[in-house]
């Protein structure tokens, strides 16, 4: 009887039907493919992972980010979902020589009281009064509705100073849009005013009352907390559209109001969103900053931290900046967290945005990047802003320094920004732009990479080895020496066809250097709104494949060794760091198309199949994979196929006699044993004509 030879083409194609796709994969799992000379590729079964913390997150990790600190100490740092019922943790930090993560969560408290505020003319230190507070030198305070007293307005983030540990007063310290002193022009005690609104009958327009407001037609006048005057509601970003003296302007709405009415922003009331730190002060925020001897230096006065809520967060961005981690939660602020002063929670750059879609530092010249984010505590979801050069406390543009900022003028929102090779990267809704460093005065260079290839969600794009990829809305792309190219995917259908349209921004990407590899893993329809499956691209091969595995977060290899990635079921693993799924059964197998096994007008029949595969690591004297071989014969394509088998397989195996008779032939390869690993080789088989059909 003759011999032949089936020859597996690597990659996995799922665009093409069956018969089509012969002598090539149509289905995997768990798989991946290695170079080869001669095929051009093997398949083999992928890495296994263990866990990286002993005990789970108790809340789903949507970040992860991995650096070093000057001690040569290695962190990851985590941001999860929310703060679960089960008591989970947005914000936590494993040291690589502890067994588990501490929590580092921001604290946040809300008050909404009457104005006490209280200036010195001359001085720019404002004393404000809230009982019980116990406010402390690591606290910072947010006011966000204006407040207009003894000559100038408070608005924004301020850095608290307590040193005689009052538990009824604190002070900050007012400052202009140059960051200069802005010192009170009247004492004033226990007063202030928040604005008055009033709107006219049949009118769009409204009076704003605001002493020393400061506002010129044209600028911007926000309004963060809502508020109904007249039928409308009043909240946001306004133009200003008439200024009638210091103390009144006018301002442009989107509602006409139902009556002539007049009423103060929040009932009159001053709303504090207090950020609670635990810890050392922040640099910068110490000696210097506010009077001489306030602060952190020679205070001698050792406050007593005040405590707030957890934040809740649906999502992070992570960096660092040198040992210090830096963590943005979505739509929120920006924090920073050293290693080596180790506060027991992470602390609010108060200089920062309030609000941000995201942030990334950009190197080599070391400036933190923030996107979708704003001026006035209102999220401009186009808007990019930068701090100075090596200081991250300095957020004011000046010809001093290199803080900045820049609208991207294509899209309706930034996606997604990051580092990439040489230069940031910026993702619209439509297209990808090129954010690179030029020094002053203008800083940053924008320039239009590509429009019709934006980005599908907030972390579906990265960088591995110098190369840029991410998923688009309906392709995938990458940036080469031409520009951004389309990637053929043959797995199309898979993907695009089965998207769970309303959770696009749970997408996480996740490049693998130690193989040339680029997953996306993302939810699928019917699965809860969770990411449930995977599809992976070998960039060496330019080949794809499959399956169904869940990782919410994910960092290629870093400091911490091969890939981390986070589950579903807030544990965190360490990819290829075994051939097992954490101890248990990691099931791998692939199928191919059908394989024709005449042109002839006649059946075949097969009744010896040799296999050829490694059946183990290199070098192991015992290698036990089994491997479990099943054919699914037939004699039309669109016919259900004849099952044959599974056979198993091991290394003493010579041959395995399945004794089928038919046309077509599809292969199944598949292992479902503990600790061990294999590579296809060249599996031969008997065959012989076996009569018409």
């Known amino acids: ?134 406010a402390d030198n690591y606290d910072v305070v947010d006011i966000q509705t204006q407040v207009s007293v003894g000559g100038i307005v408070l608005f924004g983030q301020y850095q608290i100073y307590n040193p005689g540990g009052s538990a009824n007063t604190y002070t900050i310290y007012a400052t202009n849009i140059f960051g200069d002193p802005d010192n009170a022009t009247s004492t004033v005690a226990n007063g202030g005013i928040v604005p008055l609104i009033g709107t006219t009958s049949g009118s769009s327009f409204a009076n704003i009352t605001l002493p020393n407001h400061g506002y010129i037609i044209g600028d911007t006048f926000p309004i963060l907390v809502s508020t109904t005057v007249g039928g409308v509601i009043f ?67 050792a406050p007593t931290p005040g405590t707030g809520n957890k934040i809740n967060a649906m999502d992070w961005s992570l960096d660092n900046w040198g040992e210090t981690l830096i963590a943005s939660p979505l739509n929120g602020p920006i924090y920073q967290w050293s290693p080596l002063s180790g506060p027991p929670t992470a602390l609010i750059i108060p200089e920062a945005p309030p609000v941000n879609k995201g942030c990334f530092v950009a190197m080599p010249q070391r400036q933190i990047i923030a996107w979708g984010s704003t001026f006035t505590g209102i999220i401009d979801p186009m808007l990019t802003r930068w701090c100075d050069v090596n200081n991250y406390n300095n957020w004011t543009a000046l010809i001093t320094n290199q803080a900045g900022s820049f609208r991207i003028p294509k899209g309706s929102r930034i996606v997604q920004c ?135 977060a994910w960092i290629n290899e870093s400091v911490l060794g091969p890939p981390i990635g986070a589950a579903p079921n807030t544990y965190i693993y360490q990819h290829e760091t075994s051939p097992n799924a954490d101890g248990e059964i990691m099931t791998s197998y692939f199928q191919t198309g059908y394989f024709a096994l005449t042109e002839a007008n006649v059946k075949m029949f097969v009744d010896q199949v040799w296999p050829d595969m490694k059946w183990g690591y290199y070098g192991d004297t015992t290698p036990n994979a089994n491997i479990l071989l099943t054919f699914y014969v037939t004699d039309y394509a669109g016919q259900t196929p004849i099952q044959y088998g599974p056979f198993t397989m091991t290394q003493l195996t010579t041959y395995v006699t399945p004794r089928f008779r038919g046309r077509l032939v599809s292969i199944r390869v598949e292992s479902n044993d503990i600790d061990s690993w294999w590579r296809l080789g060249n599996t031969r088989y008997r065959v012989q004509e076996d009569g018409k059909y």
């Open 235 to 301: 909240f946001g970003n306004s133009i200003v559209t008439d200024v009638s003296s210091t103390s009144a302007f006018q301002i442009s709405g989107q509602t006409v109001a139902s009556s002539t009415a007049t009423g103060y922003v929040n009932s009159g009331l001053v709303h504090f969103l207090y950020y609670n730190g635990v810890g050392a002060l922040s640099a910068g925020t110490g000696y210097g900053i506010g009077a001489y001897g306030a602060g952190g230096y020679g205070t001698g006065v």
């Open 1 to 134: 009887m003759p011999h032949a030879s089936f020859k597996v083409i690597p990659g996995v194609d799922t665009t093409k039907t069956p018969a089509l796709n012969e002598a090539a994969i149509s289905q995997s799992q768990l798989i991946r493919f290695v170079p080869d000379r001669t095929l051009g590729g093997l398949v083999q079964k992928l890495g296994g992972w263990t866990k990286f913390c002993l005990n789970n997150i108790r809340s789903i990790v949507r970040c992860l980010w991995a650096w070093e600190d000057t001690n040569a100490h290695s962190y990851l740092g985590i941001g999860a979902e929310g703060v679960s019922a089960g008591g989970g943790f947005t914000l936590q930090v494993k040291k690589s020589t502890d067994t588990d993560p501490i929590d580092i969560t921001p604290q946040t408290s809300i008050v909404n009281i009457a104005v006490n505020f209280s200036t010195t003319v001359g001085s720019n230190a404002v004393t404000i009064t809230d009982v019980g507070r116990n």
């Open 418 to 552: 990051i580092q990439g090779p040489q230069q940031g990267l910026v993702w619209t809704d439509l297209g990808v732009w090129a954010m690179q460093y030029v020094g002053p005065p203008y800083v940053y260079q924008f320039n239009e990479l590509g429009n019709g290839c934006g980005l599908i969600g907030r972390k579906a794009a990265g960088s591995m080895n110098g190369g840029v990829y991410w998923m688009g809305p309906s392709q995938f792309y990458r940036l080469a020496g031409n520009g951004v190219e389309p990637i053929k995917c043959p797995v199309w259908d898979v993907i695009f066809q089965d998207l769970d349209i309303n959770n696009l921004d749970k997408i996480r990407i996740a490049p693998n250097s130690r193989f040339g590899e680029v997953a996306w893993y993302y939810p699928t329809q019917g699965n809860g709104g969770e990411i449930s499956n995977y599809v992976k691209y070998n960039i060496l091969l330019d080949q794809w494949d499959y399956g169904t595995l869940a990782r919410t």
